[in-house]
């Protein structure tokens, strides 16, 4: 069975995954720095140390993601927009819409039953509504992004954020802090704000069942609520979220060399 | 990729005489002033230039001086005076271009852009044009009429609207008899009329030429650099002559298989106003993917000659307020999407590609329903780009050009195309 590597250099991390037919037998995510070439680099080479295999087993290597074209020694590049369509179906094939949050951008998917984009939805210049946006929220409340997952759920009396801007929300967060609101009632209000702005990016391409939720703010549990309460569906997080862009950069890169050598 | 670096040779010989008649139209605007050739001042969408002209009045059209400003890279420093004297980061780019050059001298890189000393707002569609004649009548001190153009609401324009356009034309004309202290030729108005349809004629058959497969033309792109002789200099035997040139190298490419991309991959039927200061990147987005506009609807927003708006001289005012009430600048909502709906079918277009405009508030507000209507009402791919068409500072490149790529990949993807050679794109 061939061995392929989907590379996802994303604006704060760079994911891999090694798929061997349908089995992922490799995967890394670090954080990226100024060198995005070895970045990317050392990405592949840790998911092939975790797999136990080598770089010359590795049949074709498709990079995605806004630092796509500094994955110099892959052979395709794909649009992290068709790559989360296609990753998304191969975790859920029933898949009609993929809101993806990650780190500087919000992005809806509307996709077909093969997982080919059909239309999409993305927010314009601005980390409002992202991972950066609930990193610096949950930093002004004193937490780490990690631990603020589940804390929204002892929310009693939500407050409202109103501010979209990543840098006046933050002043907003504080002034609640400082006015004595309890973190699980400011965050309550934080997820509504960010799951209000994926909303209107849904409406545009259309909401229907299934929708996947993926990239790094899916891990989020508070998140995931807040979006299912809001769209009265249940919605699809896989652990694996994070990879979806890498996974489907490598199903394309799969696809293409066998379209290709067929 | 080789297409996105290559300079098109495509249409060179036609492009090569109109850039010498921009110049000599700038030079000669130039001495006007001086030897006291009175100018007059004019908006592109339905625009007078026949009556105009036969009063030997020069014309500026300063939305077209602003968008030379911001082919040239030159639009930014006009725009931060403008803000300087107190216009806002909303207010349109034509008009902060054009009041800022203004108040810096009206020097630009192709001429100095003389004063008016007649303003005619030939159209009222868009209420910011009427402020900013407005504002350039306050500076200049000079005389100002206004032509109030109704939005066309069916297709066939009422002759309750064509009766009240000829009736401020009348008016219009004794209004400039008295500006320019000559009498009315009607004579002359017809033989300018004449030239007019001449040259519409040609441009109508240049356009049609997107119908075929492969396309010979550039339908927005090159559609909209060939727009010039027929809105600024429309009436002259000049401009119906370059469309005549024009034509004759279309024919040519046809026989000899020179088209604007090496292979014709999607068909596009592209609606709004360019991204002026980006206009060649913007192009390289589209080539990279063998992308070529078929249609567009910005070409027309001067006049919906390809719809039978045409000028007549034996029918004057009659034909220039049917002209006026049609271009597409003016037409409602309905109208518009109907049109793009039907150059999609005529022009067997693959997909639409929007460019809307953030500083504009009049032609560009609405977009956003079309995209939906044609996207989930007709099925037809859409995509909606925004940027703007004076502000350097509002094109993203690395975001817009994420957004095509990934468009047209799942055009490509959708029809089962071969895979792209994706790899070292730039
Ligand atoms: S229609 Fe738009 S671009 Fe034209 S003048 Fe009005 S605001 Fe400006």
């Not at chain 1, 010359?56 to 649009?79: D, I, L, M």
């Not at chain 1, 999409?120 to 949950?138: P, Q, S």
């Not at chain 1, 699980?184 to 929708?211: F, K, N």
């Not at chain 2, 064509?162 to 008295?178: D, H, P, R, S, T």
């Amino acid at each position: 069975m061939t061995l392929v590597a989907g590379v996802d250099i994303g604006s704060t991390t760079a994911k891999c995954v090694l798929l061997e037919g349908d089995r992922i037998v490799g995967k890394s995510l670090a954080p990226v720095g100024v060198e995005l070439v070895k970045d990317a680099e050392r990405a592949l080479a840790q998911a092939l140390a975790e797999a136990g295999r080598e770089r010359h087993e590795v049949a074709v290597v498709t990079g995605t993601g806004y630092g796509r074209f500094k994955v110099a020694f892959g052979r395709f590049t794909v649009t992290e927009i068709g790559c989360h369509a296609k990753g998304a179906h191969f975790l859920f094939p029933g898949t009609r819409v993929v809101l993806d949050i990650g780190g500087q951008d919000t992005k809806a998917i509307k996709v077909d039953p093969r997982g080919e984009v059909v239309d999409f939805a993305m927010n314009d210049k601005c980390a409002a509504g992202t991972g950066r946006f609930l990193d610096v929220c949950a930093g002004a409340l004193g937490f780490d992004v990690s631990e603020i997952g589940a804390l929204a759920e002892g929310a009693r009396h939500p407050v409202k954020v109103t501010n979209t801007c990543t840098v006046f929300a933050e002043s907003e967060v504080a002034s609640y802090v400082a006015r004595g609101k309890e973190p699980p009632d400011i965050l309550a209000g934080l997820y509504g704000g960010i799951v209000g702005r994926s909303l209107s990016l849904l409406q545009r391409v259309g909401v229907e069942p299934e929708v996947t939720f993926t990239g790094g703010v899916s891990r989020n549990g508070g998140m995931v609520r807040t979006l299912e309460r809001r769209l009265a569906l249940p919605v699809n997080v896989s652990p694996l979220s994070q990879y979806v862009g890498a996974i489907g950069a490598a199903l394309h890169g799969r696809e293409r060399t066998e379209g290709i050598s067929a | 990729m080789g297409a996105s670096t290559e300079e098109p040779s495509f249409l060179v010989s036609a492009r090569d005489r109109q850039r010498e008649m921009i110049e000599a139209y700038y030079a000669d605007l130039a001495t006007a002033g001086g030897a006291k050739r009175p100018v007059a001042y004019m908006l592109v969408g339905g625009n007078l230039t026949e009556i105009v002209r036969s009063f030997g009045y020069e014309v500026v059209f300063p939305e077209i001086v602003a968008l030379n400003c911001a082919i040239k890279h030159v639009s930014l420093p006009n725009i931060l005076q403008a803000e300087a004297q107190g216009y806002g980061l909303d207010v349109c780019g034509y008009v902060k271009n054009d009041l800022g050059l203004q108040q810096l001298g009206g020097q630009t890189p192709f001429g100095r852009i003389p004063p008016p000393d007649l303003l005619v707002c030939s159209f009222s569609g868009c209420y910011v044009y009427v402020k900013w004649w407005e504002a350039l009548a306050e500076k200049f001190g000079c005389p100002l009429f206004l032509l109030d153009v109704p939005y066309l609401r069916d297709e066939r324009p009422p002759t309750e609207d064509l009766g009240y356009i000829v009736a401020q034309l009348n008016e219009f004309i004794a209004f400039l008899e008295k500006a320019s202290d000559r009498r009315f030729d009607p004579a002359s108005l017809r033989r300018t009329l004449a030239h007019s349809r001449a040259a519409e004629e040609g441009w109508v058959r240049y356009l049609a030429s997107g119908a075929r497969r492969p396309s010979p033309i550039e339908a927005y792109f090159e559609a909209v650099f060939h727009m010039f002789p027929i809105n600024v200099l429309r009436g002259t035997e000049e401009a119906a002559r370059f469309y005549a040139t024009l034509n004759a190298e279309v024919d040519e490419r046809v026989r000899s298989g020179a088209y604007p991309v090496p292979e014709e991959k999607v068909r596009l039927v592209v609606e709004g106003v360019p991204p002026y200061p980006n206009y060649r990147t913007f192009w390289d987005f589209f080539r990279k993917w063998g992308a070529v506009s078929v249609a567009a609807t910005y070409p027309k927003v001067g006049g919906l000659f390809d719809r039978g708006f045409l000028h007549d001289p034996a029918r004057p005012l009659e034909s220039i307020a049917e002209y006026a009430l049609g271009a597409y600048v003016n037409q409602s909502w309905p109208l518009r999407r109907k049109l793009i709906e039907e150059y999609v079918r005529e022009f067997a277009a693959d997909a639409v590609l929007i460019h809307g405009i953030k500083s504009c508030r009049s032609f560009t507000a609405g977009q956003g329903d079309l995209r939906d209507r044609l996207i989930h009402d007709l099925g037809i791919p859409t995509l909606y780009i925004e940027s703007d068409h004076e502000d350097p500072r509002y094109f993203a490149p690395a975001q817009i050009k994420n957004r095509m790529d990934a468009f047209f990949e799942s055009l490509d993807r959708r029809r089962g195309g071969a895979a792209e050679p994706l790899r070292g794109a730039p």
